[in-house]
């Protein structure tokens, strides 16, 4: 699937401020456009070679940055930004990569550095007179920063000094204050470097002149437009999965074209315990939305069984439910439009921009593992979304907090949380671990404070002894983890008595499990998911 700026972001009403973010193919690029949102910016992330000079121009950025990326300017053949962006008169700003391709193309020099520079660092703010330097990052401050380059600026090009300096990167930041252009060696953008997203308020709001005005009411209005202007009197199906990404998408959906929208809930036979039962109440008798409940379990299982590669899984899954949505489709009476509630870090951990090689994580089943033969046209409305924005846009709709609060699920539904072969034995199994696993959460007040808890049942058994008798069983991993977005995470800290409480629970209540384990892995390295 392609993933070109015109359909990256629904477009905004001519009053609001933006502005471009052109990728170099970093990872944390997305959390660019995040900081940005923070402060009521809007703004679009495109590839670097997607951006035409007529396309910028129409765009009407009241500025630019250039992110990060994984390259050496010192490459052959390795990317630049294009050069009109520097006679176009608008502030720019560099972002590691960014800062030394602007360098490079300014006729300023880059080398490659001895030794690579990762992780935390401090610089020295050095003057008093930027614009890009007020509140935390005054002259004087001693900020921390994320470091994490290779290569670094040697020389700086004609009307450009030096603002800021670290002991490793004596040009951590650089301005030519005339042209109201930037750089920094560091990635204000992670939480590593804290006054970052003040040092992107600066720019964007001291330098750019923006007012941030871009908030979630204007979003869904514009969203229901952009919804309406797309599909016509086109009918619509919108897959609900249980989570709070489909819901909010059907509900939004719902307001723009009313019943032309059918949703349809798939029994996949991969769900949490009482999960459909609660999904059919709340869109059918709650909000009237017309609902297909398809049971697919037979399907799903049998397709998926002896499967034990992760991307196979995936990618079966996909493709199922793609074959159900248009069967379904023909049932409605042929839609046109299917409605998927994608978010941004689906998009960003699916994709490889051309030429920014952000490589492929997993194939999540809304997006890189759907096939590419649909005759569905696709309507994800919150494609550029994050989660907590999605949790925004669902207040903003007057959808139930509980519901809103709901932990993600992700769409391959438990078939990702049981690693290796699946079966309706294991299934059963993991959703009775799963049950207790969040009860207890749920009792001991900590459900709120946990981004996502669950279940996962290993494929490995070992040796334990009950009563009097041996026993020989599977053994349950317990995850749960702190995040703001789903592309960072922290496990929770637990107290052993809890962790202790659940154990006991789930090997007495549970039979097919006889060890229990807590998986303390951040992300990165490990993911939420374990396939
Ligand atoms: P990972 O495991 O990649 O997950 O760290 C990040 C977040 O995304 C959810 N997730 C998915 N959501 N379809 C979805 O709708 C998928 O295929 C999928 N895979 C992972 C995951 O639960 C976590 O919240």
């Not at 229901?224 to 959906?253: M, W, Y």
């Not at 960003?348 to 046209?377: A, D, R, Y």
Request: net charge negative; aromatic share 8%; with cysteine.
């Amino acid at each position: 699937m392609t993933n070109t700026a015109t359909d990256f972001i629904p477009r905004p009403k001519e009053t609001h401020d933006h502005i471009l973010i052109l990728d170099f193919g970093s990872q944390v690029t997305q959390l660019i456009a995040r900081r940005l949102r923070e402060s009521g910016v809007y703004c679009e992330i495109w590839p670097f070679n997607d951006a035409s000079r007529a396309r910028v121009e129409a765009f009407h950025p009241r500025g630019i940055i250039l992110s990060g990326g994984p390259c050496s300017v010192l490459d052959k053949d390795s990317p630049h930004a294009p050069d009109f962006i520097y006679e176009m008169g608008i502030p720019l700003l560099g972002i590691c990569y960014g800062q030394q391709t602007m360098v490079q193309q300014l006729g300023g020099i880059v080398e490659a550095g001895d030794s690579r520079e990762f992780g935390r660092a401090y610089v020295d703010v050095l003057d008093d007179q930027s614009p890009l330097l007020s509140g935390p990052w005054a002259k004087g401050a001693h900020e921390q920063v994320w470091m994490s380059h290779g290569d670094h600026v040697a020389h700086l090009p004609a009307d450009f000094h030096v603002i800021g300096k670290s002991d490793g990167a004596p040009y951590a930041m650089i301005a030519n204050e005339e042209k109201q252009f930037y750089g920094v060696q560091f990635h204000p953008e992670v939480v590593h470097t804290p006054h970052g997203r003040e040092l992107y308020r600066n720019f964007t709001h001291n330098i750019c002149g923006c007012k941030g005005d871009w908030t979630m009411k204007a979003f869904r209005e514009e969203q229901i437009e952009k919804i309406r202007a797309q599909v016509g009197k086109g009918k619509v199906i919108c897959g609900l999965s249980g989570g709070v990404d489909s819901s909010v998408t059907a509900i939004l959906l719902h307001e723009a074209i009313g019943d032309q929208l059918t949703c349809i809930y798939v029994d996949t036979g991969l769900m949490r315990a009482g999960e459909s039962d609660q999904v059919v109440q709340l869109f059918r008798e709650h909000y009237n939305i017309p609902l297909i409940h398809e049971e697919a379990e037979d399907l799903f299982l049998g397709e998926l069984e002896g499967v034990t590669d992760p991307e196979t899984k995936r990618k079966i899954i996909g493709k199922l439910f793609i074959d159900v949505f248009d069967k379904c489709a023909k049932e409605v009476g042929d839609a046109e439009f299917l409605a998927q509630g994608t978010l941004y870090p689906d998009v960003i951990e699916s994709v490889s921009f051309t030429g920014g090689p952000s490589v492929t994580i997993k194939s999540h089943h809304n997006v890189g593992g759907l096939p590419e033969k649909m005759n569905l046209k696709l309507v994800e409305p919150m494609r550029e979304l994050f989660k907590d924005e999605v949790r925004a846009l669902g207040r903003e709709l007057g959808m139930p907090e509980d519901f809103i609060r709901r932990h993600p699920f992700p769409g391959p539904g438990l078939a990702i949380r049981i690693p290796g072969e699946i079966t309706r034995e294991k299934i059963e199994i993991l959703r009775k671990a799963d049950t207790i696993y969040i009860e207890e959460i749920k009792n001991a007040g900590l459900y709120d404070a946990i981004w996502q808890a669950f279940a996962v049942l290993l494929p490995v058994k070992t040796v334990g002894v009950m009563g009097d008798d041996r026993t020989y069983d599977y053994v349950c991993a317990l995850r749960a983890v702190t995040s703001t977005d789903g592309m960072t995470a922290d496990y929770y800290h637990f107290d052993h008595e809890f962790l202790g409480r659940v154990s006991t629970r789930i090997i007495n209540e549970v039979r097919g499990i006889n060890r229990v384990t807590y998986d303390i892995t951040s992300k990165p390295p490990g993911t939420i998911e374990w396939e």
